[in-house]
């Protein structure tokens, strides 16, 4: 089985802060992505990767960036927090082929900033 | 622009009953079509998908779902709903472009409650 994991459950930050989120997926999947989920907005794509060192933004960048230096992990970095970033952020990972992608995701972080 | 909406933000019915929860998409071309399910404190789970062939897809935990292109609309039916399908529910389409990276443009969610 496919499997996403994300370093934290549940995170506490300051306003101001540098968070860093991390995803680990196990398939060897090209992409990956980053989301943030909040009530009644769905799904919102903040950053995808097809490929090591490769990176493209979503439709809500502001504030965030990524990093991926290994095929397998994908960090989205918060350069400095701020209350408007309390959400639920949500990694997945899926194979490069011709379309036809599902996405795999890990269970997610729900991250607080005071 | 690809774009997907769910008409139901919230949705009740009694356990045992029957439940359609509703997507409507706006695509040019045959979109490749994903529902996912989100159980409370959880990632996303797939529940089916359709890419091309028989308009009626059939998932994991009894779900299956009805593409029709007239309608742009991928319509996700249980016949008989169990407490344990309590959960918020993503519709979703492909999004299709030169860089063909594999995003996926979801709908808002319906969260669907079981009474028992």
């Known amino acids: 089985d496919v499997k996403v994991t994300q370093s934290s459950r549940y995170l506490v930050k300051r306003t101001g802060e540098k968070v860093f989120l991390e995803c680990v997926q196990d398939?060897?999947?090209?992409?990956m992505f980053w989301y943030r989920q909040d009530p009644g907005l769905g799904l919102r794509l903040i950053y995808f990767?097809?490929?090591?060192?490769?990176?493209e933004k979503g439709d809500i960048p502001e504030g965030y960036s990524v990093s991926r230096e290994k095929k397998e992990r994908f960090s989205l970095i918060l350069e400095s927090a701020s209350t408007n970033q309390t959400s639920m952020y949500l990694c997945?990972?899926?194979?490069?082929?011709?379309?036809?992608?599902?996405?795999?995701f890990g269970p997610g972080t729900r991250l607080t900033v005071l | 622009a690809q774009s997907v909406t769910q008409p139901d933000i919230h949705i009740t019915v009694s356990e045992g009953a029957s439940l359609e929860l509703r997507c409507n998409y706006s695509?040019?071309?045959?979109?490749?079509l994903f529902w996912y399910v989100q159980s409370p404190g959880q990632g996303l789970q797939l529940l089916l998908k359709?890419?091309?062939?028989?308009?009626l897809v059939q998932g994991i935990k009894g779900f299956e779902a009805e593409f029709k292109r007239s309608q742009s609309s991928f319509n996700l039916r249980k016949p008989s709903v169990h407490w344990s399908d309590a959960a918020e529910y993503f519709c979703?389409?492909?999004?299709?472009?030169?860089?063909?990276?594999?995003?996926?443009?979801f709908g808002q969610g319906t969260t669907l409650q079981v009474k028992p």
């Open positions: 979703a389409v492909e999004a299709r472009g030169s860089s063909n990276t594999g995003k996926l443009i």
């Open positions: 990767s097809y490929d090591v060192k490769m990176k």
């Open positions: 398939m060897d999947h090209e992409n």
């Open positions: 997945a990972s899926s194979p490069w082929t011709s379309g036809r992608n599902e996405q795999f």
């Open positions: 359709y890419f091309s062939g028989d308009t």
């Open positions: 695509y040019g071309a045959t979109p490749y």
